[in-house]
């Protein structure tokens, strides 16, 4: 790497590099795959993960529909230049690895220490261990993904006494192959999209949890994802089955390292609810979003989907969208249940260059089932910011109930905010309600906040936290105070 | 000891002139008041010595502690101790007043650097004060401004002049609006702060709340200039006689 060229260069990186602080890569030697997909690379995947032939055949599966498809360019309001599918490596691990994750202990300690720098402890604290950084902190348990495999997951014992399942999918395929084998593909089928149909050939690691009937799961689960490698796709797959009447609260965050050329995420999550379960799944996309010129940053398209099964399930999703530079992702909800709710809680801050094509399903089938979608976007710079969400009311959804609001707020004249909402209602019985508006920061209120002492950057940080506070709220706390730090720094350099 | 020295100073906004050679000097430890008709050049005056943007200096000084105001950043300005409270305080929803008041008090300590204060200890003081106000928590958690009364609104800013502390502070037409009880409130919450260490410069259209918070000095500002300075009688005599005998020949008070 040429990190020892002329000083210039270096105070030149230093100053981009404070505005996305996750932008360093951990030299660290990798297993990559060869560049390319075809379906030799499907068997090297599948024969360095030991999968039975079930899965293999999934994959192949999806391999062979995948080239027969075409990448969706003409809905979404993105543009990019054409990806080139066979410029990635589709595997690449951090060498000594195995695939299962192992004890703390034996992970590479420059691998720790990354994720130190990220913030996220891979250490393990005693449970009740109570206050941490002014925080009535509860201890989180993690699971590391680095580039496509997961290096660590902590308090795994605490959570097996419990009967908690968390561990990669990886391990999963093994330990709980009929659990994965079951529900695996049940929410979003290979046959689903051209981004999940390829995430389905190539998914290398993931996180998978399973919280068995009755009982709440008594910490936060989260997943960390970073990519390191150079030209590597990263294509995780995430699996929560609440079983009845079970509830979990999870947590999704990621980083990239900041580099010139555009890296590829295309993730699925699948959620499964059964009767009066609940799941609350909380994401903090912080990819990579590219140089101010936009140069760089990740295409992130990410298919999330959940399916309320049983009466009484609920499903909520929460997302702050301030990376990438491209995002392509609809957290959607399949109603199914009886008297089951679909939540949607979104922030989309785009600056710069970035595009985020952004929104949600909620596909009521059920009877009584309520859906809420509440979402902000911001755009400044020369960004784009399209909420583009669907309400679909099926006929049996006798007494479904919608209430949407979409509210996006522009900073400076360059930039674009876009509401593309769609309704299919097929009951006479049904309530959807859509609001939407679009405003700017005013003068008035950028002076007001200056003769009170703040910085420009300072007030349109606070401006826009204010903006999006019904979303944020619904964050567990311990991710708030990390987001909202993160709108401000996103804003940065975006004076109106 | 003095505080602002503005010397015929001159501005425009759009190419317009609206202040044609204001002179006025401000020591600490007094309180003066700007009366005069509407469109004088009162909300200009304070506005620009804020830092807003939008209008032009063509000439003239503000001298502010011995610095040159007018080369200041408005945030400079308010972190030195420059306070305005407004008019028409702007409403930003989802930001509690408490909230906000704690970025500006923190962004003040920042400056000044000093560290930043503790949640507890900012909540005890905040609740203090804004009690003097009569404000109570449900006030200080409710967005910004945003669905405040009048009276509300001025009270919210007195509250943020409290916290602020400022050397130099600004009330434009705080009494429009206000019923009395209100006015009251904010006029003791105004005395509280004079203090021999800080200047006060109260713009009003009406006599009355000169009554509470009683001027050491009156001037008029017509047509873009003081036409006359005086002391707290002036504003009886204005009271009486309106602002006409000052808009068309020379002031005659002492």
């Not at chain 1, 709220?473 to 311990?478: F, G, I, K």
């Not at chain 2, 943020?160 to 009494?175: C, G, K, N, S």
């Amino acid at each position: 790497m040429a990190v020892d060229s002329a000083d210039s260069v270096k105070s030149v990186k230093a100053v981009t590099d404070r505005k996305y602080k996750y932008g360093f890569t951990t030299d660290i030697e990798a297993d990559l795959a060869p560049v390319g997909l075809n379906e030799e690379i499907i068997h090297f995947i599948s024969q360095k993960k030991g999968e039975p032939s079930w899965l293999l055949d999934w994959r192949l599966q999806a391999y062979r529909l995948w080239i027969t498809l075409k990448e969706p360019h003409h809905w979404a309001r993105l543009t990019y230049p054409p990806i080139n599918y066979q410029g990635y490596s589709y595997y690449a691990a951090p060498r000594q690895s195995s695939d299962a994750p192992k004890s703390l202990d034996e992970v590479d300690p420059k691998l720790l220490e990354t994720y130190n720098k990220l913030g996220i402890p891979l250490e393990e604290q005693a449970i009740l261990s109570g206050v941490q950084a002014g925080l009535q902190g509860n201890a989180i348990a993690v699971d590391a993904v680095f580039d496509s495999v997961s290096v660590a997951t902590t308090y795994k014992k605490n959570l097996d006494a419990m009967g908690v399942i968390f561990c990669s999918i990886s391990e999963a395929v093994h330990q709980y192959p009929e659990l994965v084998q079951r529900y695996l593909g049940s929410v979003v089928p290979y046959t689903d999209n051209f981004f999940a149909t390829l995430n389905s050939a190539v998914f290398t690691d993931g996180s998978f949890v399973y919280v068995p009937q009755g009982l709440h799961c008594p910490m936060e689960l989260s997943t960390y994802f970073r990519i390191n490698e150079k030209n590597t796709g990263q294509f995780e797959r995430t699996l929560i089955i609440a079983d009845k009447n079970a509830s979990v609260s999870y947590l999704e965050g990621c980083t990239a390292p900041q580099r010139d050329e555009n890296q590829l995420h295309a993730a699925v999550v699948e959620l499964v609810a059964l009767d009066g379960a609940e799941i609350k799944y909380s994401t903090v996309q912080n990819w990579y979003p590219g140089d101010e010129e936009g140069r760089g940053g990740i295409y992130n398209f990410v298919t999330k989907r959940g399916a309320c099964r049983g009466r009484n399930s609920r499903i909520s999703w929460t997302q702050v969208e301030t990376g990438s530079a491209i995002t392509w992702k609809y957290p959607s909800c399949i109603l199914q249940g009886d008297q089951s709710t679909g939540e949607f809680y979104s922030v989309a801050i785009t600056n710069h260059y970035q595009q985020a094509d952004t929104g949600t399903k909620m596909i009521h089938i059920g009877r009584n089932t309520k859906s809420r979608i509440i979402s902000k976007g911001i755009a400044a710079g020369h960004s784009n910011s399209t909420y583009r969400g669907l309400v679909r009311v099926l006929p049996r959804a006798e007494g479904a109930r919608n209430y949407t609001q979409c509210d996006s707020l522009l900073i400076g004249d360059r930039c674009g905010a876009h509401t593309v909402p769609y309704i299919e209602a097929r009951h006479p019985s049904i309530r959807v309600e859509h609001e939407a508006t679009t405003g700017k920061i005013s003068d008035e209120q950028i002076f007001y906040c200056k003769q009170r002492c703040l910085s420009h950057e300072e007030a349109v940080a606070l401006i826009v936290n204010g903006f999006c506070r019904e979303v944020m709220q619904n964050l567990p706390m311990e991710f708030a105070v990390e987001a909202q730090k993160l709108i401000g720094i996103s804003l940065e350099g975006s004076v109106g | 000891m003095t505080c602002i020295e503005i010397r015929d100073l001159h501005a425009c906004i759009d190419g317009r002139p609206i202040l044609k050679g204001v002179t006025l000097s401000l020591s600490v430890g007094e309180v003066h008041a700007i009366m005069g008709p509407n469109g004088a050049g009162k909300s200009t005056l304070s506005h620009l010595i804020a830092g807003r943007p939008g209008y032009e200096v063509t000439s003239g000084t503000i001298r502010y502690d011995g610095r040159d105001l007018l080369a200041m950043t408005p945030e400079e300005r308010a972190c030195t101790g420059i306070f305005l409270a407004f008019q028409y305080p702007v409403e930003i929803p989802g930001v509690s007043t408490a909230t906000f008041l704690k970025t500006a008090v923190n962004a003040q300590r920042r400056f000044r650097g000093k560290t930043e204060i503790d949640a507890m200890q900012f909540s005890k003081l905040i609740k203090e004060k804004a009690e003097k106000l009569g404000m109570n928590n449900d006030m200080l958690r409710r967005s910004l401004n945003v669905g405040f009364s009048g009276g509300e609104k001025k009270r919210n800013e007195i509250l943020q002049m409290a916290m602020l502390e400022p050397r130099f502070a600004m009330l434009d037409e705080t009494d429009s609006g206000l019923d009395i009880d209100s006015l009251k409130i904010v006029a003791s919450g105004v005395n509280a702060l004079r203090s021999a260490e800080r200047a006060f410069l109260v713009i009003t259209h009406y006599q009355r709340l000169l009554e509470y918070i009683v001027p050491d000095y009156v001037h008029v500002l017509a047509e873009g200039r003081i036409v006359c300075s005086g002391n707290k009688e002036l504003a009886l005599e204005l009271e009486a006689g309106g602002y006409a005998p000052f808009t068309t020949h020379a002031c005659h008070a002492s």
